[in-house]
């Protein structure tokens, strides 16, 4: 099947990929869990499997194979961030990645931090706790409005910032953040450091690293990628030289058979590496980037088939006509401006999100007020259009 003709193909019914999906039956259940936690291909099921017999087979020497689908994960994470060459490191989750990346920040002599209020709790959280407890000042830019947000972060960076953090596109709202090589400008002029977050954002939405210069980027695999949980990432500019305080052994791995002297750090990617993982994820990860590439699903097409997708959605719930006191969306924002996933809005969401389920076999997601409808690659127009009217029956 030509790249050029897929989107045709997924949006008839059935979805020409859903077969392709067929232990997470993507055709017979109305998943809009696109955001949340998108179905994987069953090849991963396979891969998952495969690891499991390697390491039966090789023991200890299982590492050489692990490391093979190690370095493949690498390069499809470079691939989306349109940086072939870049330095990748890998970890289970964004948490222990972005808290590797806080210990090696200059914290005593640049005793501050600046973020948006829109990012994930994983920042929030770890950053609230940095504030309660070490003196380090934490500056929050209001997240709204999305349009100035960039030059508004900006403009918080001074000499005493140590890290700038701001997510690509916001997870609750679905905005895509524009103009963020202001904030990379602002950073690179004070002398502090940049972390964005695209795990919202990578494999949904084209990622374009122009302007960005020397940022780290973080992201996963949950989400868009269809890796399944275990495989997050943290791009590393070419010319990085900190050095986490919170640093795992495996940054040594090339040099176990020398006597340490000091504390070293590996090149590339190893410089932020953690310690003994489990390589299922790995497998798993490895042949799903393959699975995509197979199949031809960039990124350029699969944006092309989530801004149909998203459209489709506005407009079937647009022709409910529903009170927007009890439930709404922002028709100010161009859908061209969001990510993949349309937001709802209702002081009601997660009670809507249960009966949804519970009722109508639609599987969304909520935060807040916010209900979340995502769709992905794998749904047909007729399952989207069918999910909205049950929407408007529960409502």
Sequence with gaps: MAPSLLPAFLYSSPNALAADY????????????????QAWPDVGFAAQQQAWLDAAEFVDDKWGPVFERVERVQRGYARLLNE????????????????????????????????????????RRLLDRLAEESGIEVV????????????????????????AFCSTALFQSARIVPNLP??????????????????????????????????????????????????????????????????????????????????????GGMRFAGATFDPTSAYR??????????????????REVSQH???????????????????????????EQVGGFLTLWSPRAGEVCRRLKAEEGVWTDSRGDALRLGPASYLSDTQLVEAVERLGRIL
């Design 22 to 37: 067929s232990r997470f039956r993507v055709g017979e259940r109305l998943l809009l869990t696109g955001h949340s936690h």
């Design 84 to 123: 072939p060459d870049a330095d990748i490191a890998l970890d289970s989750n964004t948490l222990e990645l972005v808290v590797r990346f806080v210990s090696a920040l200059p914290l005593r002599t640049r005793p501050r931090l600046v973020a948006t209020d829109g990012e994930f709790h994983t920042l």
């Design 140 to 163: 929050r830019v209001p997240a709204t409005p999305v349009d100035t947000l960039a030059e508004r972060l900006a403009a918080a960076v001074d000499d005493r910032t140590a890290a």
């Design 182 to 267: 202001a904030v990379a400008a602002a950073c690179q002029r004070h002398g502090a450091e940049l972390l964005l977050d695209a795990y919202h954002h990578l494999n949904v939405v084209p990622f374009d690293p122009t302007g960005l210069g020397r940022a780290f980027v973080v992201g996963g695999g949950y989400k868009y990628c269809q890796l399944g949980e275990g495989v997050c990432f943290l791009r590393i500019p070419k010319d990085c030289t900190l050095r986490p305080i919170t640093t795992g052994w495996f940054t040594e791995f090339d040099a176990l058979a020398a006597v340490p002297s000091g504390v070293g750090y590996g090149r």
């Design 285 to 302: 990860a490895a042949a799903v980037f393959d699975y995509f590439q197979t199949r031809g699903l960039t990124p350029e097409l699969l």
């Design 309 to 335: 997708q998203v459209k489709l959605l506005a407009e079937q719930f647009d022709a409910l006509d529903l009170d927007p006191a009890v439930i709404r969306r922002d028709r100010t924002v161009p859908l």
